[in-house]
């Protein structure tokens, strides 16, 4: 005997097995029980809420013999002859395929026929949206005076493609997308029924991607008990069928992108692309973890509403003060964005990690968002006050080397002449002769532990042009600063010997301080 999917063999069969649309399912057994059934119907929502599981219910429910409470009795000839499909009384139509006017001429001629057995005839019309305007004007008049042995229920995903002459004409109900407890509920009580050993939090994480429809999560379960068919589904199995990342993941990748560790962020994605992760998954799973971070920040008593154990929780209110809620608007926009790109994208890896590069580089944008996580990132160095040594040292030499390079302690506040100096440093520089401007251009300037302007170098070919020619091209520095600020200060040089990039190790005060803007000719 063949297989039947979860979602076809425990599809509802009266009113009170469909869940999550009780406002929907009240109204219409009020309709049947007072008489008061219409002609026409609309049902809209997104797709498996329930939209023509409850039209076929309604059709058995208006030709019971025996209706309980507005509900089919399931046992009449006519709901048993709905439910086989075998009914002349129920026709369903899919107007993707049969969308032309001579699709609804036909409708139009069968009309005029009264139903062989029972009290209605049901035209059941699905993705409504998809008829043609010449379809829909030949709809139109059946629809508008219909004989009163015909009922109409027209199911669409998309509304508002509907005319506005056909809405006026139905009933418009709109189903809701199913709640996560509702769902999960739905699929614990059918595991009982199926005799599978399944652990609720797999559960839930299966309940969370149907994403509002239960039919999505109903074949995600079944695609998930395939796989491990015979055992107990957990929700380290779930994860690894679905492609989907832990929330411990999540929180060790938030914490590179806080830190700035591109190279991290870059091998934790290189990490789940060796497991077989699903980008696209990986990255809506990401947004969602980082919406949860934002709800914390923005309110007490979050906690209800997020759908995470106390442990993930209490990690989340510990990132969630690491990061200012403007910072987490951009990286929720920017992978928000990125969830629309990978759907058509050939490279989504090559996509994933240039966003991880943008969060790690608020540089690249020029938005006010960026402009408040460099900010933010800004204001951490200066809180450390001192670069950190290098991560690893061959021996105790090269230690004792990185310790030499560590900055000293900055100020609470940056002395005039320096924030004078580089607010105009780009005019400054701009005079120098070529060589040196071109390496000086190399440096990020920063303050020393004797309050001068501190020059720091990845480059060390411009480290060591401009040690070596001091007298050329520092003394021609010093004499264009004093000319322009009117007075002399002292600069130093120093060759960046942490494990960061300069920009990173050392507080760039072109960030703190606005400074002109100037065209340079080349």
Same mark, same amino acid.
Request: overall charge negative; aromatic content about 4%; proline content about 5%.
């Given at each position: 005997m063949s297989y039947t999917a979860l979602y076809r063999k425990f599809r509802p069969q009266e009113f009170e097995d469909v869940?999550?649309? @009780?406002?929907?399912?009240?109204t219409l057994k009020n309709q049947i029980k007072a008489e008061r059934i219409g002609h026409a119907y609309l049902f809209c929502g997104t797709r498996g809420t329930g939209k023509t599981t409850v039209a076929k219910i309604?059709?058995?429910?208006?030709?019971?013999?025996?209706?309980?409470?507005?509900?089919?009795?399931?046992?009449?000839?006519?709901?048993?002859?709905?439910?086989?499909?075998?009914?002349?009384?129920?026709?369903? =139509?899919?107007?993707?395929?049969?969308?032309?006017?001579?699709?609804?001429?036909?409708?139009? @001629?069968? %009309?005029?026929? *009264?139903?062989? @057995?029972?009290?209605?005839?049901?035209?059941? &019309?699905? @993705?409504?949206?998809?008829l043609s305007a010449g379809a829909f004007n030949a709809l139109l008049k059946t629809l508008e005076e219909p004989p009163s042995y015909v009922i109409f229920i027209l199911a669409t995903t998309e509304a508002h493609k509907i005319p506005i002459t056909i809405l006026s004409r139905c009933q418009r109900y709109d189903f809701h997308r199913i709640s996560i407890d509702t769902i999960a509920e739905r699929l614990s009580e059918l595991m009982q029924k199926e005799r599978v050993d399944v652990e609720e939090r797999a559960l839930r994480y299966v309940a969370k991607a149907g994403d509002g429809s239960m039919r999505d999560a109903l074949s995600l379960l079944d695609q998930c008990i395939a796989f491990h068919l015979g055992q107990t589904l957990t929700y380290e199995n779930v994860l690894e069928v679905l492609g989907a990342v832990d929330t411990e993941v999540f929180s060790e990748l938030l914490q590179q992108i806080i830190q700035k560790e591109i190279a991290g962020a870059i091998r934790t994605l290189e990490t789940l692309v060796d497991e077989g992760r699903e980008l696209g998954q990986m990255v809506n799973d990401f947004t969602w973890y980082l919406r949860n971070l934002l709800l914390l920040q923005s309110s007490?008593?979050?906690?209800? %509403?997020?759908?995470?154990?106390?442990?993930? &929780?209490?990690?989340?209110?510990?990132?969630?003060?690491? =990061?200012?809620? !403007?910072? $987490?608007?951009?990286? &929720? *926009? &920017?992978?928000? !964005? $990125?969830?629309? !790109? $990978?759907r058509y994208a050939a490279q989504k890896r090559i996509l994933v990690e240039i966003a991880l590069i943008k969060l790690c580089r608020p540089e690249m944008e020029t938005d006010s968002a960026s402009l408040a996580d460099r900010i933010e990132s800004l204001e951490r160095k200066l809180e450390k006050g001192v670069v950190a040594a290098p991560k690893a040292a061959a021996d105790e030499g090269k230690k004792q080397d990185a310790v030499s390079h560590e900055r000293?302690? $900055?100020?609470?506040?940056?002395?005039?002449?320096?924030? !004078?100096? %580089?607010?105009?440093?780009? +005019?400054? =520089?701009?005079? +120098?002769?070529?060589?040196s401007r071109s390496y000086l251009n190399k440096g990020v300037p920063t303050l020393g532990g004797q309050g001068e302007l501190l020059l720091v170098f990845d480059d060390k070919n411009a480290y060591e042009y401009l040690n070596e020619n001091k007298a050329d091209s520092m003394d021609t520095l010093k004499t264009m600063i004093a000319g322009r600020i009117g007075k002399e200060i002292e600069i130093s040089l120093r060759m960046n010997e942490t494990a960061e990039r300069a920009a990173d190790a050392f507080p760039d005060l072109r960030q703190l301080i606005p400074f002109d803007i100037v065209e340079e000719d080349f």
């Open positions: 869940k999550g649309q @009780e406002h929907i399912v009240t309604f059709a058995k429910a208006v030709n019971c013999e025996q209706p309980k409470d507005g509900s089919p009795c399931g046992n009449c000839p006519a709901c048993r002859a709905i439910t086989a499909g075998t009914s002349m009384n129920v026709i369903e =139509i899919d107007a993707a395929s049969n969308n032309g006017v001579d699709n609804i001429r036909q409708i139009r @001629e069968e %009309v005029a026929y *009264r139903p062989t @057995e029972g009290r209605y005839k049901v035209y059941i &019309i699905d @993705e409504v949206h998809m007490d008593g979050m906690e209800d %509403v997020l759908d995470m154990s106390s442990e993930n &929780i209490a990690v989340l209110k510990e990132q969630a003060e690491m =990061i200012s809620p !403007e910072v $987490l608007i951009r990286y &929720i *926009r &920017i992978f928000s !964005e $990125l969830s629309n !790109e $990978l000293p302690a $900055l100020p609470a506040a940056i002395p005039d002449d320096i924030r !004078e100096v %580089v607010k105009n440093w780009r +005019s400054i =520089i701009s005079e +120098s002769g070529g060589v």
